[in-house]
Antibody, heavy 120, light 110 residues
């Protein structure tokens, strides 16, 4: 079955960096576009970034552009999000999500999320 | 990339119908039939309920339906059940090759 497992979250000081990972299994990872979506505590969902199945295209929300970098290693079935210059407002649970089979504009499977807390 | 606008909360009694609106702009909802709806019960990851405005993934009850008019999309849940109580989010593809979510709507089944 499809599984997405995020890791790499934690408590970090403002201005520092983290690298989030999402290990995928149960499907052919290299065939799917992958997204990162975040959710601040008690708040709504916020789309962060997408990377095409082959890594050829990457897009970002304006709020993270220039600070976050999405990447993937299809040989290791792993998605990454490098988060730099962290701010308090980046505090959130970060989910990775897989593009839906039937539509490129939706996601169907989500991980359980990894919590990033930015605090001094 | 401003968030799509949803009502913060809606409520209904079991068996009734409720509609959740999702208002965007001509750069997102108004330009593309790529609106999705997600259900998120407390403490869980979101679940896809509607894709491309009005299509249901396999396994989603036909009590859930979606539509769109101009810059506003809607999710209607008919025959409300207690298990439908959750937060609901719309999302849309945008002209910037990005996605945007709505602020979320808390559905309470009375």
């Amino acid at each position: 079955q499809v599984q997405l497992v995020e890791s790499g979250g934690g408590v970090v000081q403002p201005g520092r960096s983290l690298r989030l990972s999402c290990a995928a299994s149960g499907f052919t990872f290299s065939n799917y576009d992958m997204h990162w979506v975040r959710q601040a505590p008690g708040k709504g969902l916020e789309w962060v970034s997408v990377i095409w199945y082959d890594g050829s295209n990457k897009y970002y929300a304006d709020s993270v552009k220039g600070r976050f970098t999405i990447s993937r290693d299809n040989s290791k079935n792993t998605l990454f999000l490098q988060v730099n210059s962290l701010r308090a407002e980046d505090t959130a649970v970060y989910y990775c999500a897989r593009r839906y089979d039937t539509s490129a504009y939706s996601v169907d499977y989500w991980g359980q999320g990894t919590l990033v807390t930015v605090s001094s | 990339q401003s968030a799509l606008t949803q009502p913060p909360s809606v409520s209904g009694s079991p068996g009734q119908s409720v509609t959740i609106s999702c208002t965007g702009t001509s750069s997102d909802v108004g330009s593309y039939n790529y609106v999705s709806w997600y259900q998120q019960p407390p403490g869980t990851a979101p679940k896809l309920m509607i894709y491309e405005v009005s299509n249901r993934p396999s396994g989603v009850p036909d009590r859930f339906s979606g539509s769109k008019s101009g810059n506003t999309a809607s999710l209607t849940i008919s025959g409300l059940q207690a298990e439908d109580e959750a937060d609901y989010y719309c999302s849309s593809y945008t002209s910037s090759s990005s996605w945007v979510f709505g602020g979320g709507t808390k559905l309470t089944v009375l």
